[in-house]
């Protein structure tokens, strides 16, 4: 009888013990952490063919899920960033990488916005410059200086 | 002074692109791999699923690989001019039921009529990935080499057969 | 009936706005004074009926009237009444009643507070902005007619958009037409002064309170819609680079550039040319958003059902009404004059720098939001541009304008010594360079990016700071005195500089320092990110108005002691069918705790994913601040409408 009950003790310990270890630590849905990082930056940058416009990472779709699911393979199996991105652009065209590869037909996009800063800080230098040769404007004329200041309270 | 009117010139080159775009589909996207060798794989078949089907058997032959699900709306609207092309045999149909069961894809034919000579099942979707499947009913035209020639995105309609997919079937015959 | 009433009150807009787009333009040009006059009645008239049709198709909503189809398509019996009415712009012919009824508002403003204005002036004013309207009222007429019915009614609606349902719905979409539709006032006065020849400094100092209140709706509404789409869209994003947020901010950079010229016009003359074409831009490319919007042109989350003849028709009017202005501008810019001389080194030049930097990235987001259609176009194939392309090129050319940002305001006019601002700036730089570097290696993570972002959020702090304490010392007056006379718009100035070091601080730290796990979580589970521990409660199942939701909660400890819990839902909409989830979010200033539930997985156990996300709140309690700025900035006194003085008559007659 003692014998029994001490069993059942420890045999409710030790249920106990295991459903405390059963609902204690919550798991990761992936073991591999290393390989979730990159399936991440990779789904960041790709896009989700079905939906409207959105990323890998953002979308819950099946095509999206399925595709995660393979890039996750292709992570465990150790293929680099750039091997995994060939493979679906090999199927989907450039159309899937969000970001678009640097060739002739994207040059304008990559360089364009370089080259407008550049031409605007050139071109605003240059007007500047000229602004400075040239005397015959005044700031305001006199009519319309007297205008403003009736027009406006004093300032401080 | 010529500057001024750079804005206006700018505009309407914008407006010109936005003209041309109104007449494009921002949802379709062409595939890298026509005029590349359809990619190889082997699933079972539905008929039979100790048997598979491999495009290899095809070698040879100009032939329409179409991909279906019995979830998918549009397949519903095209299946009958695959059923009608089937029956005039021009033209051998074969099959790739996308994520899909086995008996919702079985019934499915079963209702509406089997224009496949066989039908893959690609039940995992893994094929679909090697093929750019992004969106149900996809169909693809391959040559004797086993070159995929032709990707239709979205369901077959009547002027996509008369127009595209019967003259280029013909002129693939021929080589 | 009531649908009906709606219709026709359409249709009697669209007349009167013929009427105010022609008459006062003419009026003014032939200068017939009872044509001229007839802007200002004109404009109350076309409001009160744009407001009677956008009633009935409240009502239309509200009375759960399914023989409209517009109300059929957007709303169901279920859905609750505070989103049935939001409904009324949940889609494309509604939001479109939206923007004509926000513009006739803007209108009826302009004509309310417009009576210093010269009379041609006012006409022609009025007139621009009925032309526009016209256009709108014409295209829902058209082609997109919101009160059209259907024949037989359905018995129940086919539901709103449940990413709509949301409380985001009924702010967001109305400041930002406030916002966007609010630069079509800017834009009415500049093309008034192109067509009378008015470009003067008084031009600039009447068109911007109206500019920057237009600004400050602008700043709301996107922040609202990034808000709500970082608490919606269940992953904690805040903003994607989709093709609408693009056609908002487009606005947003221009109009900004356009608030900081206007200021130069106003004080020295200059820039006038530049600054008209500004305004033109920040309303042509509203317009242009809601082109690449509704003609669904561009894939996006946003984009509605389309109609091919929907996107002709707007694209037909866009080039009407930018490129008729272009060309106004293009034939008239040449005559304006130069304006004050300064130097190459001034607060003139600094913010000319500045209207470039913010010209070039406003043309840069349109050219990434543009290219896949050009090269679609031009048959190169299919590209997609998205969120890396524009974080990559966006933040090098917005670093160099805040940088700018802290010189700016220190500069003086006409002629500044860098000497002399390098010598008062040294201090303001240390500090910045010195935190750039030093909290992010306590925080343990230095990249160049974090460094770049807190090196310029810190730099805008410093030299606002510096530029506070200038103002605020020496002088025998009291602080408070000073504090006084320091003009409201100056403060808010301050104010809205300082919300871009919050924004940023927000934006650096947040992209920096966010960590998230995704876990599979049975009741009693726990997991743990950033020193906090989240213990899973368990899922009940709810019932609510119009879905079925299975709501998850955690409560969060951290060393035990409880902190507070979150509670995240999926929810399935019956009548579309559509799953939604909604996140748990425990937001502070420090950081925000988001939850999100994922999907049922084997013996109760549900995925979960949990965000960690620091100081992520800074982001939009920086554009509370700018929003803030330029609500200062209005309060001016010399804004007041109230306190006319007999000056300020006389000087419109001498005007006039």
Known sequence: MKVYSILRLALACLLLHTTIVLAEEAQPLEANQAIEVQVQRLSEELRCLVCQNQTLADSHADLALDLKREIREMATKGMSDKEIVDYLVERYGDFVRYRPPLKSSTVLLWVGPFGLLLAGGVGLFLQLRRRQTMTTDAPLSAEEARKVSELLDKES | ?175 | MIPEIGHFALILALLVSLVLGTLPIIGAASGNAVWMGLARPAARAQFLLIAVAFVCLAYAFAAMDYSVMYVAANSNSKLPIQFRIAAVWGGHEGSLLLWAMILSIWTVAVSLFSKHLPDDMRARILGVMGLVSVGFLLFMLMVSNPFERLIPAALDGRDLNPLLQDPGMIFHPPMLYMGYVGFSVAFAFSIAALLGGQLDAAWARWSRPWTTLAWVFLTLGIMAGSNWAYYELGWGGWWFWDAVENASFMPWLVGTALIHSLAVTEKRGSFKAWTVLLAICAFSLSLLGTFLVRSGVLTSVHAFATDPRRGLFILAFLVVVIGGSLALFAWRAPTIGRGGKFSVISRESFLLANNVLLAVAAISVLLGTLYPLFLDALGFGKISVGPPYFDSVFAPLMAPALFLMGIGPIARWKNASLPELAKRLRWAFGVSIATAIILPLLLGNLTPMIGLGLFLAVWVFATTANLVYQRLRGSDQALITRIKSTPRSWWGMVAAHLGIAVFTVGVTIVKGYESEIAVRMAPGDVAHLAGFDFTFVGVDEIQGPNYSASRGQLRVTKNGVERTVLTSEKRLYTVTNMPMTEAGISPAVIHDLYASLGEPLTDGAWSVRIYHKPMVEWIWFGCLMMGFGGILALSDRRYRIKKRSKDEALANEAVA
Request: aromatic share 10%; proline share 9%.
């Open chain 2, 1 to 175: 002074m010529r500057r001024f009117i750079l804005p206006l010139v700018i505009f309407l080159v914008v407006a010109g692109f936005l003209f041309k775009g109104l007449n494009l589909d921002p949802r379709e996207v062409p595939s890298p791999l026509v005029g590349k060798p359809a990619p190889q794989f082997s699933l079972p078949r539905l008929d039979n699923p100790e048997t598979v089907f491999t495009p290899k058997e095809m070698l040879g032959k100009v032939w329409l690989f179409n991909v279906w699900a019995s979830w998918c709306g549009a397949c519903r609207d095209e299946h009958p001019l695959l059923v009608e092309l089937a029956k005039t045999g021009f033209v051998p149909v074969y099959g790739m039921d996308y994520k899909d069961t086995r008996e919702d894809a079985q019934q499915w034919l079963d209702q509406r009529g089997n224009p496949y000579v066989a039908t893959a099942m690609d039940i995992d979707g893994q094929v679909g990935i090697d093929y750019g499947v992004y969106g149900v009913p996809e169909t693809y035209v391959i040559d004797k080499k086993g070159t995929i020639a032709y990707k239709q995105i979205g369901p077959i309609t009547e002027e996509v057969l008369r127009d595209k997919l019967i003259p280029l079937i013909k002129r693939l015959k021929a080589q």
